[in-house]
């Protein structure tokens, strides 16, 4: 496989993940085509627009993973958006493991045939391609998401990633960043349990205590689903390639074969080569409809719970802040210092969680619509494979018996 492919996104087909965005004329992004170099890839964003804030109406910019990266930080980092659920930032496009089994599949021992080879191969590339698609999917579903968002679509950044023609001299974070970045977590998670324990900070809100129950278990529910989907879905790929290999032997015995089995072999052959091609796209099927999605909701429902953190701490910041008032009155000392303090913790608390009921609101219709959309789709195509299966099943039993 080259390392240098460009590749053309197909919007008429149907979407990794289904999310149910508002199309909005005024403001619409995709990424019209992308190309994968060995170290990177490069997304061309194409947008249309009729907003007076751009200076044209329709433009197109390259864009690199890191700069995803650096778009998703400035929306987390600016407190304007406290009370918004943050899209989560796509997945680093990772085509190491493709790579990998092709540079084995060369350096192979000469045990396949050439028939099993160049099977593999086809395989192996078809595999490639479809992680690439899906990684270009995911960026623009990033993109598509704040698009969509009537608060975020107006963000500064945005239209500067969006309408800048020039690199964005975005870097790669370090191991250091790296390392701040997982430290920051560990002190989120150990700040979280301080507020709910050992502050003794009780929610006020029915609704935010029973979104916050109700995602941590959905989360580590749909986290735990995609991993056996993803080995249920591995395993039907590992059916489909151990089809080559049977299918190459029958064929093999078939052409060497001078008895009346020949053609029973050949057919036999024949027909395991077709299952296999189902057997391939079934795995593709349940990849693209189940485990892409469970992988998005697994992160989406993470942001969810980033955004009832950022509440919970609000409140903690707004009860401190009564404290401190008290205080105050008692000592009569700084008593206007600590009202105004009092106040803005006490707006900017109601002002995240009236944002923050509509988000979760909006995020469970979202997910319950993306989850109905996709199961039904996938029910659909499993249906389809299992007759197409029986089918050429019943006709290859009717092609040995009658050559019998």
């Not at 057919?267 to 593709?284: P, Q, T």
């Not at 969680?353 to 789709?377: C, G, H, P, T």
């Amino acid at each position: 496989m080259e390392d240098n492919q460009e590749i053309v996104a197909d919007n008429s087909k149907p979407r990794t993940v289904s999310v149910d965005l508002q199309a909005d004329p005024s403001l619409q992004v995709e990424i019209s085509d992308a190309v994968s170099e060995r170290d990177k890839v490069k997304f061309t964003v194409h947008t249309k627009t009729n907003l007076t804030h751009f200076k044209r109406s329709e433009f197109s910019v390259v864009r690199q993973h890191e700069e995803f990266i650096w778009l998703h930080d400035a929306y987390t980092e600016n407190e304007d958006y406290a009370g918004i659920i943050i899209p989560s930032t796509p997945p680093k496009p990772d085509f190491e493991a493709s790579r990998e089994k092709l540079q084995k599949l060369g350096e192979g021992d000469g045990s396949m045939t050439r028939e099993e080879f160049a099977k593999m191969k086809q395989e192996l590339e078809a595999e490639y391609l479809a992680i690439f698609k899906k990684t270009v999917a995911m960026h623009e579903v990033f993109l598509q998401r704040l698009a969509a968002h009537p608060v975020l679509r107006k963000d500064h950044n945005f239209y500067v990633f969006l309408e800048y023609d020039q690199d964005l001299s975005v870097r790669g974070k370090n191991r250091k960043e790296i390392l701040g970045g997982f430290l920051k977590n560990i002190v989120k998670s150990a700040d979280e349990v301080l507020i709910t324990g050992l502050s003794g900070t009780k929610e006020v809100d029915e609704f935010f205590e029973h979104e916050r129950t109700f995602l941590v278990e959905y989360h580590n529910r749909v986290k735990d689903a995609c991993m056996k989907v993803d080995k249920m879905t591995r395993s039907h790929k590992n059916v489909a390639e151990d089809y080559i290999p049977i299918a190459s032997a029958l064929n093999a015995l078939g052409t060497q074969e001078t008895s009346h089995l020949n053609k029973n072999l050949l057919k036999l052959g024949e027909l395991l080569e077709k299952l296999r091609k189902l057997e391939g796209r079934v795995a593709s099927d349940e990849d693209l409809k189940l485990s892409d999605l469970l992988r998005y909701y697994t992160r989406d429902s993470q942001a969810a719970k980033d955004l009832l953190y950022r509440r919970l701490r609000s409140l903690a910041d707004y009860e401190n802040a009564n404290k401190a008032l008290d205080k105050a009155r008692m000592k009569n000392k700084d008593v206007k210092l600590m009202e105004t303090q009092q106040q803005i913790c006490c707006q900017k608390f109601e002002k995240l969680s009236d944002s923050a009921k509509q988000e979760l609101i909006n995020f469970r219709a979202r997910r319950v619509a993306a989850f109905r959309k996709n199961m039904i789709e996938l029910t659909e195509l499993e249906l389809k494979h299992a007759k197409a299966s029986m089918l050429l099943l019943r006709n290859g039993l009717i092609a040995l018996k009658g050559d019998q």
